[in-house]
């Protein structure tokens, strides 16, 4: 399978890389592509709705652990290592050190593929603030003086962005111009999901979004595509063909 060097995703919150792109991250790891996983936060503040409304009065500490295990649970389902940064929620707020902790991730793990959010959410300031970051990140990792010690060049990766807030992406300008169809693996994606019991609604929601881009997929491709996940590319393709959309 092409994109042997792995993917690494950058998501604000624990549960967006399993609601955006938990699909395509399981189909790679199905093929032993290794996948990383990056979050930023927790989520605990802004995104543990369940959690706040059954547990009521509790602590941000102990939301932040049992987001960890929920996140934990759902990385293991579709395979991917994970890691927290822990820089806190709502709001999310970058500085110097942080954006030259996530160009170090990137050395490190030298992906092929970077997913991560989409550069405007007008509903949702912590995932722009993401791709921001992100990107200036993967611009720094690729400077020559940000790690003496490496003498090789950092291949630059692709670099695509997920889905905003759903369903108001047309608020945040996000047109994808590239579909992934997980009809063969969304059981495992909902399943993953279904570990995020701090968000209770996320199985059905994105039950309903994947059809929708499914049903567009299934226009591009010509093809019945029952489930999909839509991106948008940040990054050129370069090579001696135009890139077409795999027929299998």
């Known amino acids: 399978m092409a994109d042997e060097a792995g993917i690494l995703v950058f998501s604000a919150h624990v549960a967006d890389f399993c609601s955006r792109c938990g699909g395509t991250l399981a189909l790679y790891t199905r093929n032993n592509v290794k996948v990383h996983v990056v979050c930023l936060t927790f989520g605990e503040r802004g995104e543990s709705g369940d959690y706040w409304r059954q547990l009521g009065d509790t602590s941000v500490s102990d939301a932040k652990k049992t987001r960890r295990v929920e996140a934990e649970a759902a990385a293991t389902v579709l395979g991917t290592t994970i ?64 790690d003496p010690s490496i003498s090789d060049v950092l291949p630059v990766p692709h670099m695509f962005g997920f889905e905003p807030t759903v369903p108001r992406d047309d608020d945040a300008g996000f047109v994808p111009d590239t579909y ?51 991106f948008r590319r940040f990054t050129a393709v370069v090579g001696t063909r135009l890139p077409v959309m795999d027929a299998g």
Request: with cysteine; proline share 4%.
């Open 83 to 146: 890691q927290f940064l822990d820089f806190n929620d709502y709001p999310l707020e970058i500085n110097r050190e942080r954006i030259e902790c996530l160009a170090r991730i990137i050395r490190d793990n030298r992906p092929n593929i970077i997913l991560t959010h989409w550069k405007e959410d007008p509903y949702n300031v912590d995932h722009a603030v993401t791709t921001t970051s992100v990107i200036r990140a993967a611009d720094i990792a690729a400077v020559p003086g940000f």
């Open 180 to 230: 992934v169809d997980i009809s063969t693996i969304f059981e495992t994606k909902i399943k993953a999901l279904g570990k995020i019991k701090s968000q209770s609604e996320l199985p059905e929601r994105y039950t309903m979004w994947s059809k929708y881009r499914g049903a567009q997929a299934t226009q591009w491709s010509g093809r019945k595509i029952v489930y999909a996940e839509a």
